[in-house]
């Protein structure tokens, strides 16, 4: 099953925006990425997911490299409530998904 | 509100009594899953469900069972608790069962304490 590589974390200032990478480099042609965030103390939410084309929503955008093998979250303004755990996940053909340790998103005020 | 459903939040039990920890979901998704969140091991999927009485084994499936006899819910049964089941659980449900898959939601998640 292909997996993703992602940093274990990152910082960032408030109100600034936030480009979290992941690495997939054996991914599939039908696997979608996926990212999802985890709050303290909460269950995982989840954020968005493309296969091929970048996509945005209220939440964040996602960047798609040409060649599939890399991606990019984009948060455009982080607040202190996007301190998360954020985790890039592929899509297997059996529907589960494969979690990765996540990157652990700082916000510094 | 739309919404997953676990309960309980906390639970200690001893080691061998049997327990079910129970998951609703209300917004008539096909697909429902739970996993596992141990530190440093992220979350492994346990069992998942693609359709009522289809359920199917996860990474991890080993002294746990499932049930899907309703739509809604999947509860998840530990005959036989032992420690190394402490863990924290999250159930997850999602429409459809084809690509393009949509987004999971998640429960709040079942702390477990075996002793």
């Known amino acids: 099953d292909a997996k993703t590589t992602q940093p274990n974390s990152m910082e960032s200032n408030e109100e600034e925006p936030v480009h979290l990478p992941c690495n997939h480099s054996?991914?599939?042609?039908?696997?979608?990425i996926h990212w999802y965030r985890q709050l303290p103390s909460q269950g995982p939410e989840y954020v968005i997911h493309g296969l091929t084309s970048n996509v945005n929503n209220r939440m964040a955008s996602l960047a798609i490299a040409e060649d599939r093998k890399s991606s990019t979250l984009i948060l455009h303004r982080a607040t202190l409530r996007d301190a998360a755990v954020y985790y890039c996940i592929l899509s297997a053909s059996n529907y589960q998904l494969i979690w990765g340790a996540g990157t652990k998103l700082i916000i510094k005020p | 509100e739309a919404q997953v459903t676990q309960n309980p939040r906390y639970l200690i039990t001893v080691t061998g009594k049997k327990l079910t920890v129970t998951c609703s979901q209300n917004m008539n998704h096909e697909y429902m899953s739970w996993y596992r969140q141990d530190p440093g091991l992220g979350l492994r999927q346990i069992y998942y469900?693609?359709?009522?009485?289809?359920?199917d084994k996860g990474d991890v499936p080993e002294g746990y069972k499932v049930s899907r006899k309703e739509k809604r819910n999947f509860p998840l049964i530990l005959e036989s608790p032992s420690p190394n089941q402490t863990s924290l659980y999250f159930c997850?449900?999602?429409?459809?069962?084809?690509?393009?898959?949509?987004?999971?939601?998640f429960g709040s998640g079942t702390r477990l304490t075996v002793v």
């Open positions: 469900s693609m359709n009522v009485e289809v359920t």
């Open positions: 997850a449900s999602s429409r459809g069962t084809g690509a393009p898959l949509s987004g999971y939601t």
């Open positions: 054996t991914i599939s042609g039908t696997d979608y």
